[in-house]
């Protein structure tokens, strides 16, 4: 069993910045790959960032790449999330999550194991 503890979360205004930490406990943390999803009201969850056991390989979703950095430390078993240039369709619940797959990993379903989440919310 692991357990996720995201943390970081908050209020900015447009073009700020934030960091996402998630911070993993119970398990043999370098094993997983490692992805972060948001949610916003009314929506479905959404890949945003993923990242394998070795940080060689890091997918984004379209409406983030460029902007927004996945990035973990497999000695302190925490995977974070930069996140620059922040526009308001940002806004949304933020989760970790850790599976031990890597396929099909935009997928939230092949996901084992998931944070509790952290409020991000840009405003105009």
């Known amino acids: 069993q692991v357990l996720l503890v995201e943390s970081g979360g908050g209020l900015v205004q447009t073009g700020g910045s934030l960091k996402l930490s998630c911070a993993a406990s119970?398990?043999?943390?370098?094993?997983?790959?490692m992805g972060w999803f948001r949610q916003a009201p009314g929506k479905e969850r959404e890949f945003v960032a993923g990242?394998?056991?070795?940080?060689?390989?890091?997918h984004y979703a379209d409406s983030v790449k460029g902007r927004f950095t996945i990035s973990r430390d497999n000695a302190k078993n925490m995977v974070y999330l930069q996140m620059n240039s922040l526009k308001p369709e940002d806004t949304a619940v933020y989760y970790c999550?850790?599976?031990?797959?890597?396929?099909?990993?935009?997928?939230?379903?092949?996901?084992?194991?998931w944070g509790q989440g952290t409020q991000v919310t840009v405003s105009s």
């Open positions: 999550a850790a599976t031990d797959g890597y396929s099909a990993y935009w997928i939230p379903d092949n996901y084992d194991y």
């Open positions: 990242i394998a056991w070795n940080s060689g390989g890091t």
């Open positions: 119970g398990g043999t943390f370098s094993r997983y790959f």
